[in-house]
């Protein structure tokens, strides 16, 4: 008798252990750590991926193109939920295949021109879907940047034929999983890309704008 009873005590510190222990600490979970969770009102992240940039030139007497692949790394401070304010800082390097033609003397130039973008956004977004462990949100924005070149190439460009500062919009959305963040952005450049430059001899006004498409992965805090 006294045995049948050490075993079955014995059994229930078990289940105790087992069940009850696990229990007391999703308890604490939710009772705690939830509500502080949902009380977070201010992020940081941290982003980076690539991207696709392209530029063509207005019909002239020139035609100029250019397209290409590169990488994008930035970081961003978020205030809020429904709506949130973000302010972002992104470095871009852009490896693009530029072409000029010039039809009226039947002359081509092409070569790969790496330059580089600087820019600081504000952005305001809305997140659409919104639970627990899964996000989709919508944002826009405006920007102010900076575009730079660091290498010599066949076109002659050089650091002053960027019209500085660039001004643009973003726009675009993103996918929020716990902590794991995927966004997808568009740039939009407001400002023309060059300076009229000289090309070769021939004097080229380029008033395109630049359009920068990102896939961005990164972690939010």
């Known amino acids: 008798m006294a045995k049948n009873i050490y075993f079955r005590l014995n059994a229930m510190t078990m289940y105790m252990k087992r069940f009850f222990i696990p229990l007391v600490c999703t308890c604490f979970f939710c009772l705690v ?3 502080s969770a949902k009380s977070q009102v201010f992020y940081i992240g941290v982003q980076a ?9 207005p019909p002239s ?13 930035g970081f961003f ?10 302010v972002g800082f992104d470095w871009t390097r852009d490896d693009n295949d ?3 033609y010039f039809p009226q003397f039947d002359v081509k130039f092409e070569d790969k021109v790496p330059f580089h973008n600087f820019d600081f956004s504000i952005k305001v977004g809305y997140e659409i879907v919104q639970t627990p462990y899964f996000k989709w949100s919508v944002f826009g924005g405006p920007f102010i940047g900076r575009s730079l070149l660091f290498k010599t190439n066949d076109f002659d460009f050089a650091k002053t034929d960027f019209i500085n500062p660039q001004v643009g919009l973003i ?4 996918f929020q999983i716990t902590n794991f963040i995927i966004s997808i ?17 021939f004097d ?13 992965f990164g972690m939010q805090f």
């Open 33 to 35: 750590l939830l509500p």
């Open 49 to 57: 991926g690539p991207t696709y940039s392209w530029y063509k030139s």
């Open 61 to 73: 007497d020139v035609i100029l193109s250019s397209s290409g692949w590169g990488h994008n790394i």
């Open 77 to 86: 401070l978020r205030y809020g939920k429904r709506p949130f304010y973000q």
């Open 98 to 100: 530029f072409s000029a």
């Open 171 to 174: 726009a675009g959305t993103g």
């Open 185 to 201: 952005d568009y740039n939009l450049h407001l400002s023309g890309l060059f300076t009229p430059v000289d090309v070769e001899g």
């Open 204 to 216: 080229v006004d380029f008033s395109g704008k630049l359009q920068i498409l990102s896939i961005k």
